[in-house]
């Protein structure tokens, strides 16, 4: 099986910044998508971003410009910086893995809260 820990959530102000790390471990296949999904309170869980092993991206439309996904494969890990953070961006957001880039995920992150509030 895979693992997903995610890393680097808190308490920013609106405007802030973080960035978001997620590490894979386990049987980990040679190609996936990892992506990030959201899950704000009494919301249901919607897209933020994805990312293939050949570096394609998505986004989720309203997320463009202010978010933006990497990865870095020897680290079996993959990066959400969030810029110009608002409070509807809190959250909880949860690492995902997909080996058939197709969806949806297979394996999730325990997910990370990320609160944006003055």
């Known amino acids: 099986q895979v693992q997903l820990v995610e890393s680097g959530g808190g308490l920013v102000q609106p405007g802030g910044s973080l960035r978001l790390s997620c590490v894979a471990s386990?049987?980990?296949?040679?190609?996936?998508?990892m992506g990030w999904n959201r899950q704000a309170p009494g919301k249901q869980r919607e897209l933020v971003a994805s990312?293939?092993?050949?570096?394609?991206?998505n986004y989720a439309e309203s997320l463009k410009g202010r978010f933006t996904i990497s990865r870095d494969t020897n680290k079996n890990t993959v990066y959400l910086q969030m810029n110009n953070l608002k409070p509807e961006d809190t959250a909880v957001y949860y690492c995902?893995?997909?080996?058939?880039?197709?969806?949806?995920?297979?394996?999730w992150g325990q997910g990370t809260q990320v609160t944006v509030s003055s």
């Open positions: 995902n893995l997909d080996p058939s880039g197709l969806g949806p995920s297979d394996y």
């Open positions: 990312i293939s092993t050949g570096g394609t991206t």
């Open positions: 386990g049987k980990i296949p040679t190609f996936y998508t």
